[in-house]
C-alpha cells in the first residue's frame, strides 16, 4: 500500500467522521457516522487501538449488529440493542 493511501485512509476514517462508539473487538473500535447516507445505510470504521494500524471501513450497521450476533464484536454500554436488531 502506498503511503499516499496510507494517508487518504487515515485522514477519512477518523473519530471526527465517525464520532459514535458502537462496538469494541481485539484492537479495534468500531466508530458509525452519525447519520444515514443517500441510501439509508450508516457506515461504520474500524479505528485501531494501536499505533501499528491503519483505520478502515468496517461496513454498515447492520453488518456490525451480525458481528456482535456472532460473537466476532463486544457492543458498547448503550449499544446493547445492537446484539437483538
Same mark, same amino acid.
Given at each position: 500500500?502506498?503511503?499516499?493511501?496510507?494517508?487518504? !485512509?487515515?485522514? #477519512? #476514517?477518523?473519530?471526527? &467522521?465517525?464520532?459514535?462508539?458502537?462496538?469494541?473487538?481485539?484492537?479495534?473500535?468500531? #466508530?458509525?457516522?452519525?447519520?444515514?447516507?443517500? &441510501?439509508?445505510?450508516?457506515?461504520?470504521?474500524?479505528?485501531?487501538?494501536?499505533?501499528?494500524?491503519?483505520?478502515?471501513? #468496517?461496513?454498515?450497521?447492520?453488518?456490525?449488529?451480525? !458481528?456482535? !450476533?456472532?460473537?466476532?464484536?463486544?457492543?458498547?454500554?448503550? &449499544?446493547?440493542?445492537?446484539?437483538?436488531?
Amino acid at each position: 500500500m502506498t503511503i499516499e493511501a496510507k494517508k487518504m !485512509m487515515c485522514d #477519512y #476514517y477518523h473519530k471526527g &467522521n465517525f464520532p459514535m462508539l458502537v462496538a469494541h473487538s481485539d484492537g479495534w473500535d468500531i #466508530y458509525a457516522k452519525a447519520e444515514k447516507d443517500e &441510501n439509508g445505510s450508516i457506515y461504520c470504521a474500524a479505528i485501531p487501538t494501536t499505533p501499528d494500524r491503519l483505520p478502515h471501513g #468496517y461496513g454498515t450497521i447492520h453488518h456490525v449488529s451480525r !458481528m456482535i !450476533m456472532q460473537g466476532h464484536l463486544r457492543p458498547v454500554i448503550g &449499544n446493547l440493542h445492537l446484539a437483538a436488531a
